[in-house]
């Protein structure tokens, strides 16, 4: 069965560190890359980083720009996000999610994990 798993959310203070862990289990498909998604209360769904199963090439939303980094464990079907130098905008639920393109359309997102609280404040 298709399976995403996030991991790695929690409490932390502003300036601080956090790395999430989206692992990918049950594919009977191939995928073409991993998308980190999140949404904060009474916000919409935004894309925040991809990056592609095989390419490795990434992408990043302009908000988390030199603040983040995205990088996948091939073997593992493992994706991670480090967040360093977090804000208290950077609150929200983070979900990950196989994409179809590499864009942070939600639009290119169909299979979803069950999201991880992070919460930035002091």
């Known amino acids: 069965q298709l399976q995403l798993v996030e991991s790695g959310g929690g409490l932390v203070q502003p300036g601080g560190s956090l790395r999430l862990s989206c692992a990918a289990s049950?594919?009977?498909?191939?995928?073409?890359?991993i998308g980190w998604f999140r949404q904060a209360p009474g916000k919409e769904r935004e894309g925040v980083s991809s990056?592609?199963?095989?390419?490795?090439?990434?992408n990043y939303a302009d908000s988390v720009k030199g603040r983040f980094t995205i990088s996948r464990d091939y073997a593992k079907n493992t994706v991670y996000l480090q967040m360093n130098s977090l804000k208290p905008d950077d609150t929200a639920v983070y979900y990950c999610?196989?994409?179809?393109?590499?864009?942070?359309?939600?639009?290119?997102?169909?299979?979803w994990g069950q999201g991880t609280q992070v919460t930035v404040s002091s």
């Open positions: 990056i592609g199963r095989y390419s490795g090439r990434t």
């Open positions: 999610a196989t994409v179809k393109t590499l864009s942070l359309d939600i639009q290119s997102a169909y299979y």
């Open positions: 049950g594919f009977t498909s191939d995928y073409y890359g």
